[in-house]
């Protein structure tokens, strides 16, 4: 739904970016904007995060990088096509600006939605808390305090019982397991992540800090809380994106060279 939207920003700021300034669409601009709403989507899909949990501020970082990094993708076509001439420079630049402010408004709106659709007990995840860490009774009051973000915790398991923690996560769906587990207790956790061999959940560890031999892991802020993610990918956050931005940039690369001939 996010790509979709991020595609109709683009052809919403060009319409009024012809508008304001008084540059119809023809056909070569039409074409323009299409190619250009389709790399914003390919851009979107490489720097988006889930926003539940998320802090607002990274919400509008990653919203600007997929700006410049389409904005820089279309004045490098034009530079290398040697097509900047057939658009007049108000236009693009004008686009450009309306583009980031289009995407910021639309980016702000659908969290307001998502919130109050959390509020009204949809989109909601489902919550198992296994522990008995320093951030037990914290996570649990700010799941309480703080529903709008979209996760409540349904059971909690104590991790010294392993047979109950395979029994809850077997007779009930969870939509996530978080364990936290005082720094003296971290040698439950395969024993817990075996016990937890049947549950298709996300599963991830909030971690006293000293726990750092598992800091290779990915982290997810959720409620302002960071959590190690056990089962995610290794190529996850800026290594993921690090990857796909040369993927992207080595594809255009052979595009670019195959079109000169």
């Known amino acids: 739904l996010i790509l979709l939207l991020d595609a109709l920003s683009v052809w919403l700021s060009a319409g009024l970016a012809g508008f304001v300034t008084g ?25 988006y995060q889930t926003y539940r949990g998320g802090s607002r501020l ?32 108000d236009f693009i630049v004008g686009w450009m600006l309306l583009m980031l402010l289009v995407l910021i408004i639309e980016r702000i ?39 709008w ?20 996560s077997g007779h009930y769906d969870f939509d996530e397991v978080w364990i936290n587990l005082p720094i003296n207790d971290t040698e439950l956790i395969p024993r817990i992540l075996y016990a937890l061999r049947h549950s298709a959940a996300d599963i991830r560890i909030v971690p006293d800090w000293l726990t750092f031999r598992l800091i290779n892991h990915g982290i997810t802020f959720i409620m302002g809380v960071p959590m190690l993610d056990i089962s995610a990918s290794p190529l996850d956050g800026v290594n993921n ?21």
């Open 23 to 47: 540059n119809g669409l023809n056909q070569l601009a039409l074409t323009l904007v299409l190619a250009v709403s389709l790399l914003m989507a390919g851009c979107s899909s490489i720097v």
């Open 58 to 89: 990274a919400m509008l970082g990653r919203v600007f990088l997929s700006w410049l990094i389409t904005c820089t993708a279309l004045i490098f076509w034009l530079w290398v096509s040697k097509s900047a001439g057939a658009y007049p420079t």
């Open 109 to 147: 709106i659908f969290r307001v939605l998502l919130r109050w659709f959390s509020q009204l007990g949809y989109t909601v995840k489902t919550v198992l808390l296994v522990g008995s860490g320093p951030m037990h009774a914290d996570l649990a009051k700010r799941a309480t305090s703080s529903a």
């Open 149 to 168: 973000r979209g996760y409540h915790i349904t059971h909690c398991a104590d991790p010294y019982e392993l047979t109950a923690v395979e029994n809850i």
């Open 241 to 261: 994106l690090l990857k796909q931005v040369e993927d992207y940039f080595l594809a255009s690369l052979i595009l670019l060279l195959l079109y000169s001939l």
